[in-house]
C-alpha cells in the first residue's frame, strides 16, 4: 500500500494574454502550494490495465472523467499498455471548482504513485508532456511548491519560496467555472501584454505587507463581472483583514498572507466570522 499527499495551489500573481489561435491563454502566473492537501492511496486492482478509483465525497465523479483515471489511462498506454489492474482511494479535503487546482494535484500525483506501483520511470520530459496534457495546471505539480509558469502553464521555472509562511483562503460557496471566466475575458476585450510583464514580478524575499500590494490576478475584473457576490466579498474581506485580498485561479477562494502561520490561523478564524464563509488558515508553501 501506497500513500500520497495531493496538496493545493494558489496562484499567488497570475497574468494573463490575449486569447491565442488554440483558444487557450498565454500566462505568466506564480503557482504555490498550500498546507491543505488530499490524499491518494494505492493498492492492488482486480482488472488488468483498470484504475479502480473510489472517493470519500460523494460529488467526486470516479469514472474516466475524473484526472486520476485519465492519468492511469496514459501512463498505461506507455510501453505496451499491459498493467497490473491498480484500486486508488481518494480522500478529499480541498474543495472543487475553487482555483485550488485540487483535480490537477491528484493527477500530478496518480502519475507520481502509479510509476511507483507499475515499476517504470518515464524520462522527465515526457512524463511534462503527459501532464500538460491532462490539464494546464499538472505540470506544475509536478515541480512544486513554488514555480512561475508560463505558457498555458507547462513552460516552468522553479523559484524561491515566499518569505511569508502563512495563508488565509476564504472559500465561499460561489462556482466558477474555469471555461466561463476565460469566455467573460475575452468578451471584455482584456489581455495583458505579457513581455511588459516579465519586467515586474513579485519579489519571494518581501515581508507580507510589501508582497500583497504588488500581487495581480487578470482574472479578477471577469470573474466579479460574473459575481457580484463575489467582488462585494472581496471587498468586505479587504475591510476586515485590513489588508490587501486577491483571488486565486478563476475564483472563487480568495486568500491574503501573514508573515507567520499562527497569524493565518487567528486571521482566518476572525474572517470566517465577520463574513460568515468559510475561512482556513494554513502553511503558504512546505
Ligand atoms: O487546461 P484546463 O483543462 O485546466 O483548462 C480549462 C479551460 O480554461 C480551457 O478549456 C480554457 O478555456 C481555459 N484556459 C485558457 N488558458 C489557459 C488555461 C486554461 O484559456 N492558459
Redesign the pocket.
Known sequence: MLTLRSTAKVNLYLRVGP?RPD?????VSWFCSVGLEDELEFGPGEVRGVISLTCDHPEVPCDERNLIVKAGALLAAEGGGDRPGVRVHLRKRIPMGGGLGGG?SNAAAALRGLQQVWGIQLDPEREARIAAQL???VPFFLNAPSAICRG??ERITRVAQPVPKGIVLLLPPIAMP??AV?RKFDEMGLGTDLEAVERTLPDPRLRAEELLPTLVNDLEAPAFAISKELAQLRDRAEKVAGRPVRMSGSGSTLFTLCDEVASAEGMAARLGRDLGIRAVGCALGI
Request: hydrophobic share 15%; net charge positive.
Open positions: 486569447r483558444g487557450f491563454h498565454g500566462l490537477s490539464g494546464s495546471d498555458r502553464g474555469t471555461p476565460y
